[in-house]
Structure formats: structure tokens, C-alpha cells
């Protein structure tokens, strides 16, 4: 059974944190039939990133027209995904460059998405043509998050703003905070306290907080989330672009892993799992895309495919 662990195991110059060329990893992909994401080299005009969002919750809960596939994500939690997709290259590291990605404009919602996260994953505080921090200055105090609707007005008004360059648009939601659950549980995850660490440049505490909460109330708070964040981004629809949605990273919901001996909740680093690595990649119905087959149940994920 080829999950990325086994790969790991086999071939340790793929580890997380090696600064192996993109098209090497992708031969592995290829290899053990594993469609990877190499999200800068990929067809969009708008890229929507729906942060810690499975595939197996978006296919079931999607109501937006589209062509659905699965792909596997290079991080198990932000910072990897930001290092794995827009790391340096050994090419570049040889010849001391940075790596640009001047043809994007990157809205996000996502505090990691900032100058100073960015210089400590990246080695490079921007390396997009522009960075609109809506998770600074569209933050909504009561729900301690980006509000949805907030960051696709922005992400609108960038279309409108960049002609020619492509939007990626970095959603919160379905991650927490959950903003059905009760406001002891709302921000388990403290982005409220991590928001305000990377404001003072400071290293985020990504441990959960919070107390206990049954799982079936966390799973419907996630459904929830997910649901809120799929209403808004459906306005992308109207769009004469080629539109995907995607996420960073899958979520724990209480899976029990076996290696660790527990139930894991969230995203913690390093652990690769099915759960936390296969995302969705949606190819969105617009005024630029005429979907032939819409989204059913013969579009299988890779790992259904293979009869995992």
C-alpha cells in the first residue's frame, strides 16, 4: 500500500523539509499513482483555498456545479503546505535565488500568509506580485476569524484590481474557529492568540485550546463551517475565469491512528494520513467553463480508485 509514509520510509530524501526539485517529487507521484498538487504549475485563473478541508466532507456537502477529483496535498498543516508549494528549488538554492511568483496575487485570511511567517518557511517575506492581508485589516472580533463573505468581496475587487494576474483566495473556514459551536469551544484552535503572536512577529502557538467537545458536535460544527464557506465562494461562479477550490490540508475529526495509539483532532505536523493529505480539486462551472459531466458519484478519488 504506497501512502506517503511508506514512501517516506523507502526514499528519506523525500522527507518533509527536503528541498528536493518539484519534478522530482512528481516522478515519485507519478510512480505510485499518487496525483500530487504543484498548484503554481497548474491550470486557474482563481484559485480558492478552503483551509483544512477533506475531500470525502467536500464531496458529499459540495452543491456548487463542477468536475470534483481528488489530489494529494504536500502538507499536513499550513506551514508545510507553504513550504512544499512555494519552497525554493535546488536549482535555485545552487545559484542563491528566490523564488517569484509574480503572476499572483495572493488574498488571504490565513495569518500565516503574512511578511514574517513567509520570510521564516520561505526565506523570502513576498514572493507573490502582491499579498493583500485581509486577515489583518477584514479580521471580524466577535467571530475571532475572516469571515467568508469578507474575503470574496476582496477577492472580487483583486479580479477587477489585477488584470492579467491570477487570484489565489485563502479561506479560513471549514477550519476553525467553529462558528456553530458555543463560544467556550469557538476558538480551540486560538487564532485569535495566533493572529496576534504573528502581528508582534512572534513564533504561533499551534497547540489546541479549549475543553472537551463531543466528536459528533465538533464533525457537525466542521460541517457547518464548510457549508458557510461554500455559499459565498458559489458568487465565483459568475466569473469569466477558470476557477478551482482546493485546500492546504485535510482535518483530524477523532481518526484513530495506530502509530501514535490515540484519536487525533486538527492538523498537527508530519502526521500523513489520509485524512490530513487527500483535498479536494474542483473544477468550478463559470461563464469561462462549461462542465460536460457534473459532479457525481463516478468521480472517484484516487485512493477509491485503487481500492483503499
Known amino acids: 500500500m504506497y501512502y506517503p509514509e511508506n514512501i517516506r520510509q523507502k526514499h528519506p530524501e523525500l522527507s518533509a523539509g527536503s ?11 507519478e510512480k505510485f499513482r499518487s496525483p500530487t498538487l504543484n498548484i503554481p504549475n497548474e491550470e486557474w485563473d482563481v484559485l480558492v483555498i478552503l483551509d483544512a478541508c477533506r475531500y470525502d466532507y467536500f464531496k458529499k456537502h459540495n452543491f456548487i456545479e463542477g468536475e470534483l477529483e481528488s489530489r ?10 507553504i513550504e512544499h508549494t512555494f519552497r ?5 538554492m545552487i545559484f542563491g535565488r528566490k523564488r517569484n511568483f509574480e503572476d499572483i496575487v495572493y488574498v488571504s485570511g490565513n495569518p500565516f500568509i503574512s511578511g514574517f511567517m513567509l520570510r521564516e518557511i520561505l526565506g523570502n517575506s513576498n514572493p507573490f506580485h502582491k499579498i493583500e492581508k485581509v486577515w489583518d485589516d477584514g479580521w471580524d472580533e466577535e467571530s475571532g476569524t475572516v469571515l467568508p463573505n469578507t474575503l470574496t468581496e476582496r477577492a472580487l475587487k483583486a479580479v477587477k484590481d489585477y488584470p492579467g494576474k491570477r487570484i489565489i483566495v485563502h479561506y479560513m473556514q471549514p477550519h476553525a474557529p467553529y462558528l456553530g459551536l458555543n463560544e467556550a469551544y469557538k476558538d480551540m484552535f486560538g487564532w485569535k492568540m495566533l493572529r496576534s503572536d504573528i502581528k508582534r512577529k512572534t513564533h504561533p502557538d499551534l497547540l489546541p485550546r479549549g475543553g472537551e467537545v463531543r466528536i459528533g458536535d465538533l464533525i457537525q460544527a466542521y460541517i457547518d463551517n464548510l457549508t ?3 455559499k459565498s465562494i458559489s458568487k465565483f461562479s459568475e466569473l469569466d475565469k477558470v476557477v478551482r477550490v482546493t485546500a492546504d490540508h485535510g482535518e483530524c475529526l477523532g481518526e484513530y491512528v495506530s502509530d501514535m495509539g490515540r484519536r487525533i483532532f486538527g492538523h498537527p505536523p508530519g ?19 462549461s462542465i460536460e459531466n457534473e459532479q457525481g458519484d463516478e468521480n472517484q478519488s484516487f485512493w477509491s480508485r485503487l481500492g483503499f
Not at 494529494?72 to 503546505?81: F, M, N, Q, V
Not at 525554493?88 to 535555485?92: E, F, S
Open 271 to 289: 502526521v500523513d494520513i489520509r485524512a490530513l493529505r487527500e483535498v479536494p480539486w474542483f473544477l468550478m462551472k463559470t461563464r469561462h467553463c
Open 228 to 230: 458557510f464557506v461554500l
Open 88 to 92: 525554493r528549488t535546488v536549482v535555485d
Open 72 to 81: 494529494y496535498s504536500l502538507g499536513c498543516c499550513t506551514p508545510e503546505w
Open 19 to 29: 528541498l528536493m526539485d518539484d519534478s522530482i517529487l512528481l516522478s515519485y507521484a
